[in-house]
């Protein structure tokens, strides 16, 4: 191979290379694109869900009471105001979308890091209302399953919500103190 073969072959090297790093970026920044657009889309399907939303966040009609508690003996006595007959349909409505948001991370197309931190409040604050807790995920289950596995999911990225059960559940364990040395 002479000197100008070389130096064609080195230059086309190169610029492959290049081109390469270049699609690289562009691919990067296109998927970067779609994420924020189909976030923005996400969030217009919850604008639809605005009034249920409106009545389960705190001062809200439907405020549930399930905050971490102190005391269990008292928030388990607390029996929170829920929907009416004639709003059950929008509030089906309303945790159907997280059970879609469930589907999307289980098929890798959202993080459940990302959904617990933009969405993670809402899902709280349906699982907090006494009401919605004991009619969809517990007496009727096994008709939620999506739901309660995105509970699940957004509990262990550290989120706390309500118990799943009819019986009251044992007190919470002590906070663990730091020794000191």
């Given at each position: 191979m002479d000197q100008a073969q070389l130096a064609v072959t080195v230059v086309g090297v190169i610029g492959a290379v290049v081109g390469l790093w270049y699609a690289g970026q562009q691919l990067h920044n296109t998927r970067q694109s779609i994420r924020g657009e189909f976030l923005l889309t996400l969030d217009q399907a919850f604008v639809r869900h605005a009034a249920v939303h409106g009545r389960l966040r705190p001062g809200g009609?439907?405020?549930?009471?399930?905050?971490?508690?102190?005391?269990?003996?008292?928030?388990?006595?607390?029996k929170d105001l829920g929907p009416k007959d004639s709003e059950w349909l929008a509030v089906e409505e309303y945790m159907g979308l997280f059970e879609r948001i469930e589907v999307l991370i289980d098929g890798?197309?959202?993080?459940?890091?990302?959904?617990?931190?933009?969405?993670?409040?809402r899902v709280f604050n349906i699982v907090a209302n006494s009401e919605i807790r004991t009619k969809k995920l517990i007496d009727l289950?096994?008709?939620?399953?999506?739901?309660?596995?995105?509970?699940?999911?957004?509990?262990?990225?550290?989120?706390?919500?309500?118990?799943?059960?009819?019986?009251?559940?044992?007190?919470?364990?002590?906070?663990r103190r730091q020794v000191e040395a």
């Open positions: 009609d439907w405020e549930g009471s399930a905050r971490r508690p102190d005391n269990m003996d008292e928030w388990w006595a607390v890798g197309s959202l993080d459940a890091a990302l959904v617990n931190r933009l969405y993670g409040y289950a096994e008709g939620r399953q999506d739901f309660i596995k995105l509970k699940e999911r957004l509990e262990a990225e550290g989120r706390w919500f309500a118990p799943l059960t009819r019986t009251r559940p044992q007190p919470l364990p002590e906070p």
